[in-house]
Protein backbone atom coordinates (compact mmCIF):
# COMPACT_ATOMS: atom_id res chain seq x y z
CA UNK A 1 0.00 0.00 0.00
CA UNK A 2 0.99 3.25 -0.84
CA UNK A 3 2.12 5.78 2.43
CA UNK A 4 2.56 9.20 2.39
CA UNK A 5 4.69 10.61 5.15
CA UNK A 6 5.18 14.59 6.28
CA UNK A 7 7.86 14.67 9.35
CA UNK A 8 7.36 17.93 10.21
CA UNK A 9 4.20 18.39 12.37
CA UNK A 10 4.77 22.69 12.65
CA UNK A 11 6.90 25.11 10.58
CA UNK A 12 7.29 28.95 11.09
CA UNK A 13 8.84 31.24 8.43
CA UNK A 14 9.22 34.99 8.36
CA UNK A 15 6.70 37.11 6.08
CA UNK A 16 8.50 37.45 2.96
CA UNK A 17 11.10 34.67 3.06
CA UNK A 18 11.30 30.98 1.92
CA UNK A 19 10.19 28.18 3.55
CA UNK A 20 10.39 24.19 2.04
CA UNK A 21 7.61 21.93 3.62
CA UNK A 22 8.76 17.95 3.07
CA UNK A 23 6.80 15.01 1.92
CA UNK A 24 7.93 11.63 1.11
CA UNK A 25 6.42 8.44 -0.07
CA UNK A 26 6.28 4.73 -1.06
CA UNK A 27 5.64 3.10 -3.75
CA UNK A 28 6.10 0.56 -6.26
CA UNK A 29 4.25 2.24 -9.03
CA UNK A 30 5.80 4.07 -11.65
CA UNK A 31 3.53 6.68 -12.89
CA UNK A 32 0.95 8.67 -9.95
CA UNK A 33 0.03 12.08 -9.71
CA UNK A 34 1.41 13.65 -6.39
CA UNK A 35 -0.79 17.01 -4.90
CA UNK A 36 -0.07 19.24 -2.13
CA UNK A 37 -3.35 21.00 -0.49
CA UNK A 38 -3.67 24.01 1.82
CA UNK A 39 -6.54 24.11 4.66
CA UNK A 40 -6.49 27.34 5.95
CA UNK A 41 -8.59 27.38 9.74
CA UNK A 42 -11.76 28.22 7.58
CA UNK A 43 -11.01 24.23 6.66
CA UNK A 44 -11.44 24.60 3.31
CA UNK A 45 -8.73 22.22 1.03
CA UNK A 46 -7.13 24.28 -1.49
CA UNK A 47 -5.46 22.57 -4.32
CA UNK A 48 -2.11 24.46 -4.03
CA UNK A 49 -0.14 22.79 -6.86
CA UNK A 50 0.25 19.15 -8.70
CA UNK A 51 2.76 17.10 -10.28
CA UNK A 52 2.70 14.05 -13.05
CA UNK A 53 5.47 11.33 -12.36
CA UNK A 54 6.17 10.95 -15.75
CA UNK A 55 6.87 15.12 -16.02
CA UNK A 56 10.28 15.17 -15.08
CA UNK A 57 9.87 19.29 -14.77
CA UNK A 58 8.88 20.58 -11.72
CA UNK A 59 5.47 22.32 -11.15
CA UNK A 60 5.45 26.26 -10.50
CA UNK A 61 2.27 28.15 -9.13
CA UNK A 62 3.46 31.40 -9.09
CA UNK A 63 5.05 31.61 -5.25
CA UNK A 64 4.63 28.08 -4.97
CA UNK A 65 7.51 25.49 -6.77
CA UNK A 66 7.88 21.74 -6.01
CA UNK A 67 11.42 19.54 -6.26
CA UNK A 68 9.99 16.24 -7.08
CA UNK A 69 13.09 13.45 -6.93
CA UNK A 70 11.52 10.49 -7.92
CA UNK A 71 14.02 8.20 -7.60
CA UNK A 72 14.30 9.44 -3.73
CA UNK A 73 10.13 9.54 -3.78
CA UNK A 74 10.44 12.69 -2.21
CA UNK A 75 8.06 15.79 -3.30
CA UNK A 76 8.83 18.82 -1.25
CA UNK A 77 6.98 22.31 -1.12
CA UNK A 78 8.97 25.84 -1.49
CA UNK A 79 6.66 28.76 -0.83
CA UNK A 80 8.71 31.89 -1.49
CA UNK A 81 7.88 35.75 -0.33
CA UNK A 82 5.90 34.39 2.09
CA UNK A 83 2.74 35.78 3.61
CA UNK A 84 0.53 35.90 6.06
CA UNK A 85 -1.96 34.43 4.02
CA UNK A 86 -0.41 31.32 3.97
CA UNK A 87 -0.61 30.23 6.79
CA UNK A 88 -2.53 27.02 6.75
CA UNK A 89 -2.42 23.18 7.58
CA UNK A 90 -0.62 21.80 4.30
CA UNK A 91 -1.14 18.10 3.25
CA UNK A 92 0.31 16.30 0.61
CA UNK A 93 -1.00 13.64 -0.96
CA UNK A 94 -0.56 10.94 -3.84
CA UNK A 95 -2.79 9.09 -6.59
CA UNK A 96 -2.35 6.23 -8.71
CA UNK A 97 -4.31 6.87 -11.99
CA UNK A 98 -6.44 4.36 -13.54
CA UNK A 99 -9.80 3.54 -12.33
CA UNK A 100 -9.10 0.39 -10.76
CA UNK A 101 -7.69 1.99 -7.57
CA UNK A 102 -10.73 4.16 -7.10
CA UNK A 103 -9.22 7.91 -7.32
CA UNK A 104 -7.89 7.47 -3.87
CA UNK A 105 -5.73 10.23 -2.16
CA UNK A 106 -4.01 9.20 0.24
CA UNK A 107 -2.67 11.86 2.20
CA UNK A 108 0.07 12.45 4.93
CA UNK A 109 0.06 13.32 8.13
CA UNK A 110 -0.07 17.44 7.54
CA UNK A 111 2.63 20.25 8.28
CA UNK A 112 1.08 23.27 10.32
CA UNK A 113 2.76 26.37 8.98
CA UNK A 114 2.82 29.59 10.46
CA UNK A 115 3.75 32.96 9.05
CA UNK A 116 5.10 35.69 11.34
CA UNK A 117 5.18 39.42 10.59
CA UNK B 1 -21.23 28.35 -8.59
CA UNK B 2 -19.79 25.20 -9.13
CA UNK B 3 -19.34 24.05 -5.58
CA UNK B 4 -19.95 20.83 -3.12
CA UNK B 5 -21.87 20.96 -0.36
CA UNK B 6 -22.13 19.87 2.86
CA UNK B 7 -24.97 19.60 5.84
CA UNK B 8 -24.48 20.24 8.79
CA UNK B 9 -21.73 22.13 9.01
CA UNK B 10 -21.68 21.09 12.83
CA UNK B 11 -23.64 18.14 15.07
CA UNK B 12 -22.96 17.11 18.06
CA UNK B 13 -25.45 13.65 19.41
CA UNK B 14 -25.17 10.97 21.40
CA UNK B 15 -23.87 7.06 21.12
CA UNK B 16 -26.40 5.44 18.59
CA UNK B 17 -28.29 8.03 17.23
CA UNK B 18 -28.66 7.29 13.30
CA UNK B 19 -27.22 10.12 11.59
CA UNK B 20 -26.87 11.21 7.80
CA UNK B 21 -24.68 13.75 6.42
CA UNK B 22 -25.31 15.03 3.21
CA UNK B 23 -22.93 16.07 0.38
CA UNK B 24 -24.34 17.44 -3.06
CA UNK B 25 -22.48 18.60 -6.36
CA UNK B 26 -23.70 20.87 -9.37
CA UNK B 27 -20.48 20.12 -11.38
CA UNK B 28 -22.02 16.94 -12.95
CA UNK B 29 -19.11 14.66 -11.66
CA UNK B 30 -19.34 11.03 -12.03
CA UNK B 31 -16.56 10.51 -8.76
CA UNK B 32 -17.64 11.14 -5.56
CA UNK B 33 -15.35 10.56 -2.15
CA UNK B 34 -15.86 10.60 1.75
CA UNK B 35 -12.93 11.15 3.96
CA UNK B 36 -12.56 11.79 7.37
CA UNK B 37 -9.69 14.06 8.57
CA UNK B 38 -8.17 13.24 12.45
CA UNK B 39 -5.19 15.35 14.22
CA UNK B 40 -1.79 13.62 12.97
CA UNK B 41 -3.07 10.94 10.80
CA UNK B 42 -4.36 13.33 7.63
CA UNK B 43 -7.40 12.58 5.08
CA UNK B 44 -8.09 8.85 4.94
CA UNK B 45 -10.54 7.79 2.78
CA UNK B 46 -14.20 6.10 3.91
CA UNK B 47 -15.98 5.63 1.26
CA UNK B 48 -15.87 6.26 -2.74
CA UNK B 49 -17.75 6.02 -5.47
CA UNK B 50 -17.47 5.77 -9.26
CA UNK B 51 -21.00 6.46 -10.57
CA UNK B 52 -24.60 6.15 -9.45
CA UNK B 53 -25.50 2.74 -7.90
CA UNK B 54 -21.34 2.02 -7.73
CA UNK B 55 -19.69 2.53 -4.43
CA UNK B 56 -16.44 0.91 -2.72
CA UNK B 57 -14.80 0.71 0.32
CA UNK B 58 -12.51 3.27 0.96
CA UNK B 59 -9.47 2.86 3.83
CA UNK B 60 -11.77 2.98 6.99
CA UNK B 61 -15.29 2.28 5.88
CA UNK B 62 -15.61 0.38 9.17
CA UNK B 63 -19.46 1.46 10.58
CA UNK B 64 -20.45 3.81 7.65
CA UNK B 65 -22.49 3.51 5.14
CA UNK B 66 -23.49 5.05 1.82
CA UNK B 67 -25.98 5.37 -1.04
CA UNK B 68 -25.84 7.20 -4.89
CA UNK B 69 -29.04 6.83 -5.93
CA UNK B 70 -28.60 10.02 -8.06
CA UNK B 71 -25.28 11.29 -9.35
CA UNK B 72 -25.15 14.67 -7.56
CA UNK B 73 -25.96 13.22 -4.44
CA UNK B 74 -23.63 11.23 -2.31
CA UNK B 75 -24.66 10.99 1.57
CA UNK B 76 -23.35 9.43 4.48
CA UNK B 77 -24.76 7.41 7.04
CA UNK B 78 -23.81 6.64 10.29
CA UNK B 79 -25.94 3.93 11.52
CA UNK B 80 -24.85 3.51 15.47
CA UNK B 81 -22.46 6.18 16.18
CA UNK B 82 -19.32 5.95 18.45
CA UNK B 83 -17.09 8.32 20.06
CA UNK B 84 -14.58 7.04 17.85
CA UNK B 85 -16.21 8.59 14.79
CA UNK B 86 -15.93 12.28 16.53
CA UNK B 87 -14.29 13.81 13.37
CA UNK B 88 -14.02 16.01 10.89
CA UNK B 89 -15.69 15.02 7.68
CA UNK B 90 -14.64 16.02 4.29
CA UNK B 91 -16.74 14.98 0.59
CA UNK B 92 -15.13 15.82 -2.48
CA UNK B 93 -15.83 15.18 -5.78
CA UNK B 94 -13.84 15.08 -9.54
CA UNK B 95 -15.04 14.94 -13.05
CA UNK B 96 -12.80 12.37 -13.68
CA UNK B 97 -12.33 8.50 -12.69
CA UNK B 98 -8.82 8.01 -13.31
CA UNK B 99 -7.78 10.79 -10.93
CA UNK B 100 -5.53 13.52 -12.72
CA UNK B 101 -8.12 15.99 -12.45
CA UNK B 102 -8.50 17.39 -8.76
CA UNK B 103 -10.93 16.25 -6.39
CA UNK B 104 -13.21 19.54 -5.39
CA UNK B 105 -13.86 19.07 -1.48
CA UNK B 106 -16.48 19.86 0.28
CA UNK B 107 -16.39 22.95 3.37
CA UNK B 108 -16.15 19.89 5.90
CA UNK B 109 -18.76 18.27 8.75
CA UNK B 110 -17.79 18.31 12.45
CA UNK B 111 -19.20 15.39 14.22
CA UNK B 112 -18.83 14.68 17.58
CA UNK B 113 -20.28 12.11 18.83
CA UNK B 114 -20.86 11.85 22.97
Known amino acids: AQTVTQSQPEMSVQEAETVTLSCTYD???????LFWYKQPPSRQMILVIR??????QNATENRFSVNFQKAAKSFSLKISDSQLGDAAMYFC??????????????FGEGTQLTVNP | EAQVTQNPRYLITVTGKKLTVTCSQN?????MSWYRQDPGLGLRQIYY???????DKGDVPEGYKVSRKEKRNFPLILESPSPNQTSLYFC?????????????FGDGTRLSIL
Open chain 2, 92 to 104: ASSPDRAGYQPQH
Open chain 1, 27 to 33: TSESDYY
Open chain 1, 51 to 56: QEAYKQ
Open chain 1, 93 to 106: AYRTPGETSGSRLT
Open chain 2, 27 to 31: MNHEY
Open chain 2, 49 to 55: SMNVEVT
